[in-house]
Nanobody, 124 residues
Framework: QVQLVESGGGLVQAGGSLRLSCAAS????????MGWFRQAPGKEREFVAA????????YYADSVKGRFTISRDNAKNRMFLQMNSLTPEDAAVYFC?????????????????WGQGTQVTVSS
């Protein structure tokens, strides 16, 4: 049974940083491209960042480029999202997702497995 479990969310002041983690089990982690998505109340789930199975390529939404960094540790079956210079617009539930394949895709329906999400709140 595939499980993706996010952690690291919380409350931070604007301008602050958080590091999210996604722990994967039940799948051959190094065979999956991984992504982060977020969803704010009343809004659709939106793409944040993605990373290839090897970690050699990454892809970011324009809204987070230069502030967020996605990475992974295949030896530990974990993926990370370092978030810097946070703004209230970044507040949302953040989800990690896995898709089997090599392409870095930004559409939620392209991903096979999802975590339950972790809340990020940014105070102004």
């Amino acid at each position: 049974q595939v499980q993706l479990v996010e952690s690291g969310g919380g409350l931070v002041q604007a301008g602050g940083s958080l590091r999210l983690s996604c722990a994967a089990s039940g799948l051959t982690f190094s065979s999956y491209a991984m992504g982060w998505f977020r969803q704010a109340p009343g809004k659709e789930r939106e793409f944040v960042a993605a990373i290839t199975w090897s970690g050699s390529s990454t892809y970011y939404a324009d809204s987070v480029k230069g502030r967020f960094t996605i990475s992974r540790d295949n030896a530990k079956n974990r993926m990370f999202l370092q978030m810097n210079s946070l703004t209230p617009e970044d507040a949302a539930v953040y989800f990690c997702a896995a898709r089997q394949g090599t392409a870095l895709l930004a559409t939620p329906e392209s991903y096979d497995y999802w975590g339950q999400g972790t809340q990020v709140t940014v105070s102004s």
